[in-house]
């Protein structure tokens, strides 16, 4: 049974930083994008960032110099790094997995991933 489990959210003070990570088990997804969304209070769901197999990166235009994603193929894992953060930054957090094998820039789509975590808290107060 394929499983996301993300963890690192928590509460943070504006201009402070938190690392997410994700972590797959189930099978192997050294081969596929992974990525991240995030869903505020009374907003759909949105995309943050994702990072294909070969490392190529997507980024919101929002958190673009602020997040960064990158991934650890041996451990399964996928990170976000978040600098800067802002009171606008306060979701659920959730990574998710792409099976359509591309090697180039990774898709922003919700639709287009497959697997999905529960989701893990940022909260940043200002």
């Known amino acids: 049974q394929v499983q996301l489990v993300e963890s690192g959210g928590g509460l943070v003070q504006a201009g402070g930083s938190l690392r997410l990570s994700c972590t797959a088990s189930g099978r192997t997804f050294s081969s596929f994008a992974m990525g991240w969304f995030r869903e505020a209070p009374g907003k759909e769901r949105e995309f943050v960032a994702a990072?294909?197999?070969?490392?190529?990166?997507s980024y919101a235009s929002s958190m673009k110099g602020r997040f960064t994603i990158s991934r650890d193929n041996a451990k399964n894992t996928v990170y976000l790094q978040m600098n800067s953060l802002k009171a606008e930054d306060t979701a659920v957090y959730y990574c998710?997995?792409?099976?359509?094998?591309?090697?180039?820039?990774?898709?922003?789509?919700?639709?287009?991933?497959?697997?999905w975590g529960q989701g893990t808290q940022v909260t940043v107060s200002s």
């Open positions: 990072i294909s197999w070969t490392g190529y990166t």
């Open positions: 998710a997995v792409d099976l359509v094998v591309i090697g180039g820039t990774p898709r922003k789509v919700e639709s287009e991933y497959d697997y």
